[in-house]
């Protein structure tokens, strides 16, 4: 390969660096993103002119077709489904190494040896494992799958087991590398156990496996790399690779939960809350109405809106914007307060009200609002739960605890809109609702919000 | 030093890279660092186009060219997503 | 791949990495990390061994012993004088 | 060279960046120097039994006089003189890696061309460089060479012009390059561009040029792996390059200056502060006495000692520990306030105070301390006074202004042993010396200190 080539190749994994480092900081996010493109069109462009390709015919109409869909479904995807649309990207980018791989293997003049061939079978296995694992977390998300984890006796020991007979086909291929039939097995076996590794994880944990995933098909091109000798994709491939890994350990540590956790504990459903919440027995609960509602906000100075992933169910973000706009017309001060890991996936609450047009300026994260509650009149806790939920701070054997919430409970009244006393996405029971300063709103949000609305602007 | 030989310091030192590379990031960046990274890991474009374009035997021409568009797909795609989201969190609401 | 071409590879890739891995030093430990970071530098008696030991030219090999004794002491003085501080600044003063 | 070597190699890369990595935090940091040390050992076993190696006798003379000496120094030199120490080591790594690059010249079977003249020429000009400029650091730091910045008219032109003619020679070399005139010449020129360039530079900025001088040596180590197709010395070069930038932009940070105005703006004099200082004309101070200090101290409960440069040049650090063991056994509470820059090196007041044996619990950094001085009775503020300076607060073109400091004015009383009226290294008049609650006690900070604990004892 021409030295031109390879310099550039330099040139774009740097950008790769520059782009990734500056995709991790809020205020250099987007110029990262553009760094990491030009990286990318700079790899693209280099190889097409390297004398390596003969042939333009496939390739123009493959980049062609994929480029099309590729724009088609950025753009007409909803804000909220992008976690299920990376997770389908990344099972594309899978596939792709591992299809590179085989064709590899099939145009090699010589049979492969040694290490040629462990990275061929790393890479079909990795690649193919990537791809299913991401369709079976896309079906989660989008509902086509079901988000309950799917839980079977032995399971780990099957998916163990699996692995060994994938590694030890690669034994086999490794004592005959002519035998094609290996590597084909491995790559039937390997789309098997992507599906049985992701079955069993909740519909909401989707977000830190298809992080994961993505840490697997940079390795997967990692290995392809090494195939091939080229050493663009080794880069980009290792940096992906372990960048990924450092990301989905901070998305587990945001929620409080290890990876294993995550990986085999079975948490959470991903359908709506609360299977398996119980009403606490004695205790009662008064359900309120809207119109008292609108009477503590008359009286309101100072409002906080807690969003949760409830408000997402509901649909209810535009019905709460308008509300937010009534308060403040009347010279309410209102404010929202967003979580970390309030929704069902990192920024949700951000996209949602985005869609809704709420001006950035009015989202505080908790750091930055935590200490307010304490002088605010009223706080609308709009289908959250395990975001205020006080076990956090206590209740030392729940899955929740060590994680910060929101100190909703120090403000003046605390209004909470869901549809029952059920628990939230980690199934712990929420003592909030039986404080003294608690106002439970029983219905769906946008119904419940609505009405407030049609209320204030009777008034 | 050898082509295979090449490839593991390359890989080692790009594996320290990513590790360094990311320190804290806040949640709200999750997503769109999770969608930047996996465009990147769309390299693998490079391999598929040399496979679809290298001219040998039709199998791996073919097996080429599927992972040409899926490659495709995954880099385009992902940089868009990506970008569309950034565009999102941004303060000033004015160019929506 | 060049032989040339591989070295500026490795630098490059080297280079990332030593930006990335100082983060942020307290300046308790600064003159500790340039020590350190000092030593590892003599890394250059490697290439001092061959130059002295590579049985050239006369200029060549006295050259190079120069080179093994001057950078010979930048690493092991470096080495210890860095771990001498180190231990100054532990908490733990009984072994003292 | 045999691939055994070269992945040993890429081990003991990987150790240095681990090292360097732990020695950057101070939990991990006497791990980080044992990983670099293995790494070290490692290279040098490795490159003994590579083949390349024909004759062992010079190497094992050059080994064991080197060792020798790195050894005796490094127990024989005092914690104080740290600074110059690695100054020197540093110089010598710069001058080997300078030799080396000569010696593959000298031996090359063939006129080296291209590319591999431009770094051999680059490693003979930053090894040297190198070399001389870290003796001139160490001269003025051990006081063999004022201190004072020894500024020239047109300096920046001359060491321009300087450096415009060593490069020239580099392209004279280029066409020419079986003349071995040309290497000889530009390694002359670089010793005296070395000295040029440290000459003006004031003593007590010193660390700053030397971890500088040091990310240079990094550079000419690596130079020489270009020459030698050495990976180790590539990386670790790279390496050590790389992250002496870092740490000197981080140690120019921490005394709130930029790294031009270090270099070139001939601050500072290393030696004793204060040439230039100026009684402010019609303000009075009144001179205290070791009697009035110990009155206060009689009375307080709570008080912070300061420790400034002052106290390393009297050499007072022991006295101040006897005094503080007597406050302490009298039932004061007693703990030492350590500014990160005060004195003259970085960590310069806790080598001072571990020198006389003052246990580490109770130096307490900045950050740690800044809230307790309002609750405090007494102050000491032994020979500091930059770090005291509220210019830095409010005089927005003082040299200080931003750097945070000690807020030893909000104590009921501040007592200030120093000799006279005269500012610190930065020159700048200190408003605290007129402040309502100070006592000013003038004198060397020994003879003071011996005072008040005999006063103390004869209580
Ligand atoms: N953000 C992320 O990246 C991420 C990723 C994975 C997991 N998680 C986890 O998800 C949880 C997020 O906490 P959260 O407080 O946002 O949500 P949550 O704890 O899951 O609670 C959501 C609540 O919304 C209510 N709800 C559902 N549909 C509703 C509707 N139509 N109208 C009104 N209310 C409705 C539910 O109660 P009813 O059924 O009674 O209505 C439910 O309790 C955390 O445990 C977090 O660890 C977050
Ligand atoms: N720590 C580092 O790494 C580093 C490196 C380079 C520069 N610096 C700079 O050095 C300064 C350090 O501040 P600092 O407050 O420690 O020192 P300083 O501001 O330099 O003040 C030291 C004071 O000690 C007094 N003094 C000198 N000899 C004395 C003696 N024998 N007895 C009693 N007092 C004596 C002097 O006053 P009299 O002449 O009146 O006695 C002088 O004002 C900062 O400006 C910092 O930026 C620090």
Redesign the pocket.
């Given at each position: 390969m021409p030295t031109l080539s390879n310099i550039a190749y330099l040139v774009s994994s740097a950008l790769f660096i520059l782009g990734l480092k500056n995709l991790s900081s809020p205020k250099t996010a987007r110029t990262g993103n553009v760094l990491a493109m030009s990286g990318m069109l700079l790899a693209v462009l280099v190889t097409l002119l390297d004398k390596q390709i003969v042939d333009f015919t496939h390739i123009v109409a493959g980049v062609v077709v994929g480029s099309f869909v590729g724009v088609w479904v950025a753009r007409k995807v909803s804000m909220t489904a992008m976690p299920q649309t990376v997770a389908v990207f990344n099972g594309f980018g899978g596939a792709a190494s591992a299809l590179v791989a085989m064709a590899e293997y099939v145009r090699m003049k010589s049979h492969p040896q040694g290490f040629e061939i462990l990275t061929l079978v790393l890479g079909v296995l990795v690649g193919t494992l990537t791809l299913t694992g991401s369709l079976i977390a896309f079906g989660k998300l989008q509902g086509l799958v079901s988000g309950k984890p799917l839980v079977f006796p032995l399971q780990k020991t099957i998916n163990a087991l699996l692995l060994l007979v994938i590694l030890g086909l690669g034994a086999l291929f490794f004592s005959a590398p002519e035998d094609s039939v290996y590597l084909y097995t491995v790559c039937g076996l390997s789309a098997v156990l992507g599906v049985l590794l992701v079955m069993p994880i909740g519909g909401?944990?989707?977000?830190?496996v298809i992080s994961l995933l993505n840490s697997y098909s940079g390795l997967a091109a990692s290995m392809t790399g090494f195939v091939m000798s080229n050493n663009v994709l080794i880069i980009s491939g290792a940096l992906v690779g372990a960048s990924g890994l450092i990301l989905t350990h901070i998305?587990c540590k945001?929620?409080?939960?290890s990876l294993t956790n995550v990986l085999f504990g079975a948490v959470?459903t991903g359908d709506?809350?609360?299977f398996g919440?119980t009403d606490v027995g004695d205790r009662r609960v008064v359900g309120y109405t809207p119109d008292d509602v609108v009477v503590m906000l008359d009286s309101a100075q100072s409002v906080i809106i807690v969003?949760?992933?409830?408000?997402a169910?509901?649909q209810?973000q535009h019905v709460t914007a308008e509300m937010a706009s009534i308060l403040m017309q009347n010279g309410v001060r209102v404010r929202y307060a967003i979580?970390?890991?309030?929704?069902?996936?990192?920024?949700?609450?951000n996209v949602l009200l985005a869609d809704a047009n709420v001006a950035y300026d009015q989202l505080f994260e908790m750091d930055a609002i935590n200490e307010d509650f304490k002088e605010t009149d009223v706080v609308l806790v709009?289908?959250?739960?395990?975001?205020?939920?006080p076990a956090a701070r206590s209740k030392k054997d729940s899955?929740?605890y060590g994680?910060p919430i929101l100190n909703v409970d120090q403000a003046k009244t605390v209004v909470i809109?869901?549809?029952?006393?059920?628990?939230?996405?980690?199934g712990e029971d929420?003592e909030l609702f039986y404080a003294s300063n608690a106002m439970m709103v029983?219905?769906?949000?946008?119904?419940?919000l609505g009405k407030i609305v049609q209320l204030l602007k009777a008034a | 030093m050898g082509e295979l030989l090449v490839s593991v310091y390359v890989f080692v030192l790009a594996i320290f890279v990513g590790f360094e590379v990311i320190t804290k990031v806040p949640?709200l960046l999750?997503?769109p660092l999770m969608s930047g990274s996996n465009a990147v890991s769309g390299i693998t474009v490079v391999g598929a186009l040399i496979s679809a374009g290298a001219g040998h035997s039709e199998l791996a021409t073919w097996l080429g060219v599927a992972a040409v568009v899926l490659a495709t797909i995954n880099v385009v795609g992902g940089f868009l997503v990506t970008d569309r989201m950034l565009h999102m969190f941004r303060k000033d609401k004015t160019t929506r």
């Open positions: 909401a944990d989707m977000p830190v998305m945001a929620m409080n939960r959470g709506e809350s609360g919440g969003p949760g992933y409830g408000l169910v509901a209810a979580h970390p890991v309030a929704g069902r996936m990192p920024g949700h609450m709009l289908g959250a739960n395990d975001v205020v939920n899955p929740l994680m809109c869901k549809r029952s006393l059920r628990p939230g996405f980690a929420n029983f219905g769906d949000a946008k119904d419940t | 949640p999750h997503t």
